[in-house]
């Protein structure tokens, strides 16, 4: 197993999974962490990590898990210390969100998910929460974003001759074959699975089939129920030449057209249904046509470069202790 590249699947699962604010008990637990004067207790830690633990079971069924999954846990502690140091610097900045900057937030929320108030209300009832509890969370969460931008986003510049060099020394992957950018969600055979079992999963695929339908965010539903990879990330496996992929998904990706779902697919290992979410021909791009592109890609990483040594001038300032 390549360690590096276990522990960036950790990193980005966790990113993704990790709850926006973390609440801090009042009632006497284990602490697995102590930053600066506020605890994080084994009752947040096992929240926080067990969607990442059932994730790490699925992805990591043949490897001996007693060695990753502690890896595992301190990725998810050290992301909870990060998020907290980070909650601490912005209780402590001028930061104010007014009212109806929350509320533009909430609406964008809800746009893009392609769902309505009502069934955000609906989803919050279902999980004990209720619309204020959910404001105040996102309005954390802004303070938090305009915090980490400030910090980190304002102090990072992007040259015209940093595009050009990049454009030159990448030019293979503007450059290629014809491609699409598809979401799946995989819900895959188990083994000497019967004709009842197939019928299940199928009738089970039907459904998620006819909840897309309907309406529901692909992203959402990949995230719940796909059994492949990408889950965490909405189910979305990046761009696709022809070859790359079983040839039955395939032929299906390279007809559909930008943002259409496929129909319920059946391939040899698994029912599918996908979503193309981007497409690009063959033939070179000119500099023209990536050049935002180009600039967000190096801003990325710039701004990533900041943001961990951010974090670690707040690690040096603050007194950590883990106790995991």
Do not use: C
Not at 126 to 152: C, H, M, P
Request: proline share 2%.
């Amino acid at each position: 197993m390549n360690v590096n590249k276990f522990t960036a699947w950790i990193v980005f699962l966790v990113a993704w999974m990790l709850t926006p604010a973390l609440t801090h008990a009042e009632v006497a637990d284990r602490i697995v962490a102590i930053v600066n004067d506020e605890v994080l207790t084994l009752t947040e830690f096992n929240t926080a990590f067990e969607p990442i633990r059932k994730k790490v079971e699925e992805n990591y069924k043949n490897q001996d898990l007693s060695k990753i999954m502690p890896e595992a846990k301190l990725v998810v502690l050290n992301r909870m210390i990060d998020q907290n140091l980070i909650e601490q610097e912005a209780k402590k900045s001028s930061i104010v969100i007014k009212d109806d900057e929350l509320m533009d937030a909430i609406n964008d929320f809800i746009k893009r998910r392609n769902i309505s108030m009502d069934y955000l209300l609906r989803d919050l009832a279902k999980d004990g929460s209720n619309f204020e509890a959910y404001k105040k969370e996102v309005r954390d969460q802004l303070i938090r974003t305009r915090l980490v931008r400030r910090e980190i986003k304002f102090k990072v510049t992007v040259s015209e001759e940093e595009i050009g060099e990049y454009y030159v020394k990448h030019r293979e992957d503007y450059e290629g074959k014809e491609a699409v950018r598809i979401n799946q969600i995989l819900i895959q055979f188990p083994k000497d699975m019967d004709a009842a079992t197939k019928a299940k999963l199928r009738a089970d695929v039907g459904a998620i089939y006819k909840r897309l339908k309907d309406g529901e965010p692909f992203e959402m539903l990949a995230a719940k129920y796909s059994q492949g990879p990408a889950a965490a990330a909405g189910g979305d496996i990046g761009f696709v030449e022809r070859g790359m992929i079983l040839s039955v998904v395939e032929n299906a990706a390279f007809k559909l057209q930008k943002d259409e779902i496929s129909d319920v697919i059946e391939s040899p290992i698994a029912f599918h249904i996908i979503k193309v979410v981007d497409r690009r021909g063959a033939g070179i791009k000119p500099i023209e046509s990536v050049r935002l592109e180009i600039r967000e890609r190096i801003e990325g990483e710039k701004m990533e470069k900041k943001y961990l040594e951010w974090i670690k001038e707040l690690r040096e300032k603050y007194h950590i202790e883990i106790k995991l």
